[in-house]
């Protein structure tokens, strides 16, 4: 962890960061790696899915034609992020799973191949809470249906998350992952 900054537990609100020196105006303060990432459907016509600059021409991924690259350089290092959720997009086809969905199955891939190491990293996924005990019944069932759809679109790479994956050790349950990264804007309205 970065020596500027220690992490907190604030009861009813979870976990923070706060400074331990103090910090001038722009000053970097953290960098890391996103453990993953994934670029809006609203937007995914318009970016580089690898670069996130913007083009008004991009190359579309053959298999499954939602991923998009502004050169074959960018698509050929995507590959190793895009695979498993190419063969997962072209499942489901013509249909495109929410963000939410897609933003999950990225992160159990990253976790299935992670070899980080957990001290560099500020909060581990594990450590995020996701709420679920103070949700109401109607914003459980819209994450509800995200989970069943999570678990579809995850069906042909990952059938069964393997039990013995520590850092899935609390993100097994589908419903319990997609609320831990999800908020009010993804949840389907009734």
């Not at 913007?54 to 960018?74: G, I, N, V, W």
């Not at 939410?100 to 190491?117: G, K, P, Y």
């Not at 039990?163 to 997609?178: G, K, N, V």
Request: with cysteine; glycine share 2%.
């Amino acid at each position: 962890m970065a020596p500027k900054l220690e992490r907190f537990v604030s009861p009813g609100k979870g976990n923070g960061l706060r400074a331990t020196v103090r910090i001038e105006e722009g000053e970097l303060v953290y960098v890391t790696e996103p453990l993953a990432y994934c670029v809006s459907q609203k937007q995914s016509r318009n970016v580089c899915h690898q670069c996130f600059t913007r083009h008004e021409t991009l190359l579309r991924c053959s298999q499954c034609k939602m991923a998009r690259y502004c050169s074959a350089t960018c698509q050929r290092r995507a590959w190793s992020d895009h695979k498993r959720e190419c063969k997962c997009l072209q499942s489901l086809l013509p249909r495109i799973p929410t963000d939410s969905v897609r933003l999950a199955a990225r992160l159990i891939f990253a976790m299935l191949s992670s070899c980080s190491s957990s001290s560099e990293e500020l909060y581990t996924l594990e450590e995020h809470e996701s709420h679920l005990t103070s949700l109401s019944e109607q914003r459980k069932q819209g994450l509800s249906q995200l989970a069943t759809m999570l678990k579809l679109y995850l069906h042909k790479e990952v059938p069964d998350l393997p039990q013995d994956t520590p850092s899935l050790s609390s993100c097994r349950d589908a419903l319990s992952l997609i609320a831990k990264r999800s908020n009010e804007d993804h949840v389907p309205q009734q």
